[in-house]
């Protein structure tokens, strides 16, 4: 595997179920990146972790849990999720946060469906 | 606060015609500024980067872009469009320690 991968690529959940995104990067990176993406609205960041700590959390709901046990695997666990969740979310990674570091590396994405 | 601007939400231009990718960004100082592009149900793919020398940098696909700080902006152009640059493409800026991303610019190439 090369670059950034994410499982699964699609995901249909009810809204009392508990499920799991992975995310891998093999590109040496330090740094790794959840996104949200939905229609008609800006990439929104959620979270970043650097070397595995956490260093921001954009105000997201905590039906949202990161984790990041190594700087080469970032998890979103998911619970109690509301149809407002659908979108796509984008797992990156870069270098590093610091300037001049922070060229990003995007996974494919995996599609959500709260239903 | 830092923003970055795509004034066009969509632009359509026919095959073989040349293209320009508006991008305006807000920063006091000067940012770090990236293309990225995006198709369908896909992930980005960093199509090009300027951190500072050369104004005008040359990325992948055919694509390049030109710096210019009296007017914040960072557009992005290709002489010659295909049928398969057809996607939606966002500009970012480097700013701190995170990027921060225009909306995004959707792209449809006529035939």
């Known amino acids: 595997e090369t670059g950034v991968t994410q499982t699964p690529r699609h995901l249909v959940m009810g809204m009392t179920n508990k499920k799991s995104l992975k995310c891998e990067q093999h590109?040496?990176?330090?740094?790794m990146y959840w996104y949200k993406q939905s229609a008609k609205k800006p990439l929104e960041l959620m979270f970043v972790y650097n070397f595995k700590e956490q260093t921001e959390n954009n105000s997201v709901p905590s039906r949202f849990s990161p984790e990041c046990p190594n700087s080469s695997h970032l998890f979103l666990h998911l619970h109690t999720l509301q149809p407002e969740d659908s979108a796509l979310y984008l797992c990156?990674?870069?270098?590093?946060?610091?300037?001049?570091?922070?060229?990003?590396?995007f996974g494919p994405g995996t599609r959500l469906t709260v239903t | 606060a830092q923003s970055v601007t795509q004034p066009d939400i969509h632009i359509t231009v026919s095959e073989g015609a040349s293209l320009e990718l508006r991008c305006n960004y807000s920063y006091g100082a000067t940012p770090y500024l990236f293309w990225y592009v995006q198709s369908p149900g896909q992930g980005l793919q960093l199509l090009l980067k300027?951190?500072?020398?050369?104004?005008l940098v040359q990325g992948i696909k055919g694509f390049e872009a030109e710096f210019k700080r009296s007017q914040s902006s960072f557009n992005l152009r290709k002489p010659s469009v295909h049928w398969s640059d057809a996607a939606e493409y966002f500009c970012?800026?480097?700013?701190?320690?995170?990027?921060?991303f225009g909306a995004g610019t959707i792209l449809r190439v006529k035939s």
């Open positions: 300027y951190f500072s020398g050369d104004t």
């Open positions: 990156a990674s870069s270098q590093g946060t610091a300037r001049g570091s922070y060229e990003q590396y």
């Open positions: 970012a800026g480097g700013y701190g320690n995170k990027l921060v």
């Open positions: 590109l040496g990176h330090n740094a």
